[in-house]
């Protein structure tokens, strides 16, 4: 087991938005196979979470926009001593691939959005206990197809996703491997600094502290302040060193 944990703070709305949409699409995928109530349920709760975000904005078309970015930001290395130019190429071909893929794809969540089942529970979920059997028996009945439809069908929805994860993945990758971690500290439990126009903070802490980050600010300026896990009896060290990368 690890002595550190790492935490990660956006910076400006569109960071958010991904990191969001990451978690969602990782929870997605962490209990299958879909065997039960519970597993289903973990399900379309994320699926539906996704499908909400996708309404709420242009998110293809701001990955694109990232995937454009992060090319030139490669092509501006190619140049530099010492890089290596071929994995700089295959790079920005994968950036390419990926960018072709989304693009080339219907809307996001749109055959899911179309699904009647999903839509049938998506339904339910606001309702306290509502994908009862009783309240939701197609659900009942799905539950006790055979495992191998469940899985098939499961993967297909699933699918639909991959240009929008694959694309995601490899933009947060990148910037996630932008900026190195270095050392800080900070006094009485309080740390400021320039982002300079940072999308992303990263902080790697040491268990052992029992502390966990506050962050307030923007892409330009950030304030930390660390908080102790047990808020009665913990204490919060006069000097506290962690790791810190602004991505």
């Not at 930390?224 to 962690?242: K, T």
Request: overall charge neutral; some cysteine.
């Amino acid at each position: 087991m690890s002595n550190h944990v790492f935490f990660e703070h956006p910076l400006n709305e569109k960071m958010r938005t991904w990191l969001r949409l990451e978690f969602l699409l990782q929870q997605s995928e962490a209990l299958l196979p879909v065997a039960d109530h519970a597993t289903a349920l973990h399900f379309f709760r994320n699926i539906g979470e996704l499908l909400d975000i996708f309404e709420r904005g242009d998110i293809r078309s701001d990955i694109i926009k990232e995937l454009e970015r992060q090319q030139r930001k490669l092509q501006n290395w190619t140049n530099v001593p010492g890089v290596d130019t071929d994995r700089i190429t295959a790079l920005g071909s994968q950036l390419r691939e990926r960018g072709s893929a989304l693009m080339a794809g219907p809307r996001l969540g749109q055959s899911l959005r179309e699904d009647r089942h999903i839509a049938l529970v998506r339904q339910r979920l606001s309702i306290p206990g509502g994908c009862c059997g009783f309240d939701l028996p197609s659900l009942f009945i799905w539950l006790h197809l055979p495992q191998s439809r469940r899985d098939e069908q499961v993967s297909q929805w699933l699918a639909t996703l991959r240009p929008l994860q694959d694309a995601l993945s490899m933009i947060l990758e990148l910037i996630r491997n932008s900026a190195p971690l270095r050392k800080q500290t900070s006094l009485n439990g309080f740390f400021q600094d320039n982002g300079e126009d940072a999308d992303l903070l990263r902080l790697r802490l040491d268990l052992a502290g029992a502390l966990y980050p506050q962050v307030s600010g923007h892409k330009s300026r950030f304030a930390i302040r660390f908080m102790p896990l047990d808020a009665e009896n913990g204490a919060v060290p006069e000097r506290f060193d962690f790791e810190l990368a602004c991505c």
